[in-house]
């Protein structure tokens, strides 16, 4: 089976331009997350659905960020006007059921804002 | 709110010697604990988890975790590591009733021949 899919694993880009990152859960997954991961701050979470709906959008850094999930298999995180101080490696990650669910991580979105 | 402390961000050890990553939660209501391994490049993948029952653990790749409640402790260990183990760990929780699954700041463990 495929696991989750990041699209794509790497972007340079120049300060004020929009980046869009993408992200395709597991066929079945019923909650998919945002996490953003940099030196300094760790692992964060952004962003997370359950049934495409949003739930907790509390760590989105401001309004430049915004995430979608229009259906179950598929979901974006947008950044608008880019920033550097954006750049990290950024995750989706997805599950099925409750707590007890474990997260299936795609393998990174990597972004550069010059 | 919940919050993980992972006490060493760095340990380096040597082949084929025990290793123990030390991980301390807060929190007010129930969790489960959880240590997820990323190699370089790569996503997080789980190692194992504590969701009920024996306090000890096992994993996969030899490693097991003890949770102690008392202590509101979740140490990863592992009796004899190999190079392969080289990786960062981190430990997470998450309350029983769902909600966010918190990271601590992970654990860089560097095996060396």
């Known amino acids: 089976d495929a696991g989750v899919i990041q699209s794509p694993r790497h972007e340079v880009t120049e300060m004020g331009q929009e980046v869009t990152l993408r992200c395709k859960p597991i066929?079945?997954?019923?909650?998919l997350f945002w996490y953003r991961q940099t030196m300094m701050r760790g692992l964060e979470l952004l962003i997370y659905?359950?049934?495409?709906?949003?739930?907790?959008d509390s760590g989105m850094p401001e309004d430049r960020f915004s995430a979608k999930m229009p259906n179950a298999s598929f979901s974006t995180l947008k950044i608008q006007p880019s920033e550097p101080r954006d750049s990290a490696v950024y995750f989706c990650?997805?599950?099925?059921?409750?707590?007890?669910?474990?997260?299936?991580f795609g393998e990174g979105s990597r972004l550069t804002v010059l | 709110a919940q919050s993980v402390t992972q006490l060493d961000s760095q340990v380096p050890v040597f082949e084929e010697a025990p290793v123990e990553l030390r991980c301390n939660y807060s929190?007010?209501?129930?969790?489960?604990l959880f240590w997820y391994v990323q190699y370089p490049n790569q996503g997080l993948q789980l190692l194992l988890k504590?969701?009920?029952?024996?306090?000890l653990v096992k994993g996969i790749n030899g490693f097991e975790a003890e949770f102690n409640k008392s202590q509101t402790s979740f140490h990863l260990r592992k009796p004899s590591v190999h190079i392969s183990d080289t990786a960062e760990y981190f430990c997470?929780?998450?309350?029983?009733?769902?909600?966010?699954?918190?990271f601590g700041q992970g654990t860089i463990l560097t095996v060396h021949p």
């Open positions: 990650a997805s599950s099925f059921g409750q707590a007890t669910g474990e997260l299936f």
């Open positions: 066929s079945g997954h019923d909650y």
């Open positions: 659905f359950n049934n495409n709906v949003p739930i907790d």
């Open positions: 929190s007010s209501v129930s969790v489960y």
């Open positions: 504590y969701l009920s029952g024996s306090t």
């Open positions: 997470a929780v998450r309350p029983t009733s769902y909600g966010k699954l918190t």
